[in-house]
T-cell receptor, first 114, second 112 residues
Framework: AQKVTQAQTEISVVEKEDVTLDCVYE???????LFWYKQPPSGELVFLIR??????QNEISGRYSWNFQKSTSSFNFTITASQVVDSAVYFC???????????FGIGTKLQVIP | DTAVSQTPKYLVTQMGNDKSIKCEQN?????MYWYKQDSKKFLKIMFS???????INETVPNRFSPKSPDKAHLNLHINSLELGDSAVYFC???????????FGPGTRLTVT
């Protein structure tokens, strides 16, 4: 069985603050893939990043960075110097089990206050 | 130009009716999906097709029937609609099952 836990259901930060969104996953497979998606208030779902289980290198893309740690089964997402446009629901997802199934976490709603 | 498109965007119908949602992708992807997102934003996979073959069929009432006439299309037909079917339905596609998914804009279904 596979599971994705996003313990933070809602987070509010003031603009320019840094914020980290937590994601903890469970899987029995040694090969798997992790993803983050963004769903802004307009409703569309936007892919942000994909990471495979053999690549623990952290990644930075502009103000976004991701910290993958297999030892703690976590794939956390940090937004540096948050902006109002970052306000959205962010989903962490896991593909494993022959990649037959993708399991999404319940999402973390981020509100950035101007 | 749209990568993954869905029609209609909004669907309001009465209980007991039958309705369909269409999805098309022009990305050349092999895998397509249907998801249901409820009012609490919980996103749950319903079906997945790979090269027109059904590979995932989650615990979904058999009133829901997907159809993939070709790799670029995955339609969802729903019979005997119920109030609990009200949700946003997303279609998605990916190059393969282990890759990122590209989502359509969603279809907001309201059953009255």
């Amino acid at each position: 069985a596979q599971k994705v836990t996003q313990a933070q259901t809602e987070i509010s930060v003031v603009e320019k603050e840094d914020v980290t969104l937590d994601c903890v996953y469970e899987t029995r497979d040694t090969t798997y893939y992790l993803f983050w998606y963004k769903q802004p208030p307009s409703g569309e779902l936007v892919f942000l990043i994909r990471r495979n289980s053999f690549d623990e290198q952290n990644e930075i893309s502009g103000r976004y960075s991701w910290n993958f740690q297999k030892s703690t089964s976590s794939f956390n997402f940090t937004i540096t110097a948050s902006q109002v446009v970052d306000s959205a629901v962010y989903f962490c997802a896991l593909a494993s089990g022959g990649y037959q199934k993708v399991t999404f976490g319940i999402g973390t709603k981020l509100q950035v206050i101007p | 130009d749209t990568a993954v498109s869905q029609t209609p965007k909004y669907l309001v119908t009465q209980m007991g009716n039958d309705k369909s949602i269409k999805c098309e992708q022009n990305l050349g992807h092999d895998t397509m999906y249907w998801y249901k997102q409820d009012s609490k934003k919980f996103l749950k996979i319903m079906f997945s097709y790979n090269n027109k073959e059904l590979i995932i069929n989650e615990t979904v009432p058999n009133r829901f029937s997907p159809k993939s006439p070709d790799k670029a299309h995955l339609n969802l037909h729903i019979n005997s609609l119920e109030l609990g079917d009200s949700a946003v339905y997303f279609c998605a596609s990916s190059p393969d099952r282990a890759y990122e998914q590209y989502f359509g804009p969603g279809t907001r279904l309201t059953v009255t």
